[in-house]
């Protein structure tokens, strides 16, 4: 993976409020959660959802989707997971 894309996603959720929304996200697995229930127990105002949401989406991090005036949000694993390994992938290699 291109250190950039990594640099990218890790700094979007190096926030806390986009740390916290993204750590939500993962909870609620691959059905994703709607962005009301994020914002109401996260205590967000929506606007502020809104932005870090977008920043999530633009790091890749998570996708949306619409069902009829309701939007979803879904984390994006195989990002997640190669963000992960980038960071493991060279782990103790020196002890060798």
């Known amino acids: 993976m291109?250190?950039?894309v990594v640099a990218k996603a890790l700094k979007?959720?190096?926030h806390p409020t986009r740390l916290a929304v993204f750590k939500r996200l993962v909870k609620s697995g691959e059905s994703g959660i709607s962005v009301?229930?994020?914002q109401e127990e996260l205590k967000v105002p929506s606007s502020t959802l809104s932005h870090h949401l977008a920043s999530l989406?633009?790091?890749?991090l998570i996708k949306q989707r619409r069902e009829g005036r309701v939007l979803?949000?879904?984390v994006e694993?195989?990002?997640?997971?190669?963000?992960i390994a980038f960071l493991q992938e060279e782990?103790?290699?020196d002890e060798q």
Do not use: F, N, P, T
Not at 57 to 60: E, F, I, L, P, T
Not at 77 to 83: F, G, R
């Open 2 to 4: 291109d250190i950039e």
């Open 12 to 14: 979007e959720l190096g």
């Open 36 to 38: 009301g229930v994020v």
């Open 57 to 60: 989406v633009s790091a890749g």
């Open 72 to 74: 979803y949000c879904v």
């Open 77 to 83: 694993y195989e990002k997640l997971l190669s963000v």
């Open 91 to 93: 782990c103790c290699a």
